[in-house]
């Protein structure tokens, strides 16, 4: 803005000093420097209205799409030891597709409110560890997953798109910062986790095998639960309107039965004569290579840990603009002009 006013007002003192200093060929200098005037000062405030600080008003609202992939962080498959917390036991081989959609709302410059929806598919088995406990214990599932979520975003860095020369049509070095992000929120998720059994897959559930609606057996869970969505996100600009990126979103949640395990053997005696040969089977398919492992009343599960599960998108992200002015040409004006971050 400082070399293009200074550049304005140079050309305007020019003219000035022509009419002042050249024979006057009309009898009215003033109304076409009046008329200069307010070019100049129109131009100026286009300029303005680019670069003050409310700019990032006319793009608050924006949308991402995102595709990539989802794992579980639960008691089955992992690591070749004992359960790990967190991402240490985790099973890349179980890694499965997700898609997902955004849409933010920009509260403040950098702060952002944030909705949107997700699709994953959550999985584990315990033959893929060597570690022999688990490895025993020969459990497996595998579950779709759906999320809504509505949190907060805080911008930590910018991206700038464009190039770094205020000049129209002048090409220069594209910036090369990225635009970083974290937020976390709240979440919604609905799965429904089934097993292997002669060929096909099995909602687990309804079999109840830990032993849920029996004597001293826990209550049944819920497939819809409540989370705690968190990640960080870094975006390029390629564009006024498009961005590219990664994020990287871990859900904490508070149910431990996304897998269908979390506790301790029932008596499959008990498990049939209630849900069946099938419910006795699914709570109890192990080797037999840990003599009393599986004992009625032994550790199936671990419950002072609840699952969680990851997701990690690449996204594409555009900007939805909304222009200060209902005129068309204006508006098609703003938005052929080069906008300068």
Known sequence: MGKASHALRGKLLRLYLA?????VRSPKPLPLLAFLAVVGLSNSLNAQYFRDSNYWKTHRRQISLGIGISNFLGELG???????????????SQTKPAISVTYRYFLAKRLVLRGGGAYGVLAGNDNLTKEVFRNNRNLNFKSNIFEGQLGLEFQVTEELPG??????????????RLGTYVFAGISVFHFKPQAQFNGGWVDLQPLHTEGQGLPNGPENYKLTQIGIPMGVGIRKGLSKRTSVGLELQYTKTFTDYIDDVSGEYYDPVLLEEAYGPVSAYLSD??????????????????????????FLKAQVHYKLFKYRSSNKKHRARIHRQKIVF
């Open 78 to 92: 992992g690591r070749d030891q004992i359960g790990s917390p967190f991402i240490w036991d985790l099973e890349m």
């Open 285 to 310: 398919p192990s080797l037999g290579a840990v003599p009393g492992q599986t004992d009625v009343g032994a550790q199936r599960g671990y419950s002072d840990h609840n699952d969680g599960y990851l």
């Open 19 to 23: 009419q002042i200093f050249t024979p």
């Open 163 to 176: 190039h770094i020369y205020d000049l129209r049509g002048v090409k220069g070095m594209t910036p090369s």
